[in-house]
């Protein structure tokens, strides 16, 4: 029995099909080709940590103002561990998708650098490591299936420069899949190891806030180096939140803690949960303004008049 971990850029009812590294595709993708977007217009793009970090990187903006202005929340199982994918127009498609294409592509999500393959991670119960394997989907209306050129997807992989990618969310992947495998013994996340989830994984610039708190330094004994590399670093401050969710999570013990920490942790809640009440008022005041902006176009349709 095991889990697994699939995304392309929009659900499909298409079968996919199992590949290994060594397996080819026939495909390719370009400008002229008669579909070109198809793909982008129908987005439901799910996004992994690093994702968002190289997006709002790209972007110039803080991971929180991304959150707010190019996410929409989802609920990745049934104990409401959270997902973020990526928000579209009301069309459903992609807000970077421009007639000349991504926008933002040489930072572009996973999943849009897998299509029309993606990633089968699977962890078997009972087993510590996890097994990578492929996949590959022919929808109706992707044209880059009728091109001559063949690759393996290993080759495919390097061209789309998602190693990198894989590499660096694979300690999420691994969280991921070993919350679902193991969901009952461990029984339901507190709704503070939810938030926590949700910063870490990708509030990468509210995190770095919070781990640079003095209550946090109180807590937990990192070394002065690693603080002064996490305020610049958001790759290592991400490795270090996925340790962070292995402990409180799974109790895998890497952070050491102070002496008397315990007193320390009511403090440490605070700041989670001062965290998820500025999070559920951005949450209102975004409903808010999209409620006032619908009376307005409402106000001023002809049928009002």
Not at 26 to 34: A, E, G, P, Y
Not at 100 to 107: F, K, P
Not at 208 to 222: G, Q
Not at 276 to 297: I, M, V, Y
Request: aromatic share 10%; hydrophobic share 35%.
């Amino acid at each position: 029995m095991s889990e697994n971990t699939f995304e392309l850029p929009h659900n499909s009812p298409v079968e996919p099909t199992r590949l290994e590294l060594e397996d080819k595709l026939k495909f390719r993708c370009h400008k002229d080709i008669s579909c070109w977007n198809q793909c982008c217009a129908q987005a439901d793009v799910s996004l992994a940590p690093y994702d968002i970090i190289r997006m709002k990187t790209h972007l110039g903006i803080s991971s929180t103002d991304f959150l707010k202005d190019y996410t929409v929340p989802y609920e990745i199982d049934s104990h409401n561990v959270p997902g973020i994918k990526l928000r579209t127009t009301e069309a459903r498609a992609c807000l970077f998708m421009k007639e000349s294409g991504c926008s933002i592509y040489e930072d572009r999500p996973t999943a849009c650098r897998y299509y029309p393959s993606g990633l089968l991670s699977m962890r078997a119960l009972g087993m510590k490591e996890d097994e990578r394997h492929f996949l590959l989907i022919k929808e109706p209306h992707c044209k880059g299936h009728d091109e001559a050129r063949e690759i393996t997807i290993a080759d495919y992989r390097k061209e789309q420069a998602v190693e990198e990618f894989d590499d660096l969310n694979r300690d999420w992947y691994r969280i991921i899949l070993k919350k679902k495998s193991t969901g009952p013994t461990i029984g339901k996340p507190s709704e503070m190891s939810l938030q926590l989830f949700f910063m870490a994984s990708y509030d990468v610039d509210r995190f770095r806030r919070f781990i640079l708190s003095d209550s946090f330094k109180k807590m937990y004994d990192v070394s002065a180096e690693e603080f002064a590399r996490f305020e610049n670093d958001d790759v290592a401050l991400m490795q270090f939140g996925f340790a962070l969710m292995k402990q409180v999570l799974f109790g895998e013990m890497s952070i050491k803690e102070r002496t008397g920490a315990g007193d320390q942790r009511a403090e440490e809640r605070k700041e989670v949960l001062a965290y998820r009440k500025e999070a559920e008022l951005n949450e209102h005041n975004r409903k808010q303004e999209e409620a006032r902006k619908a009376a307005l176009e409402e106000g001023d349709s002809p049928a009002s008049k």
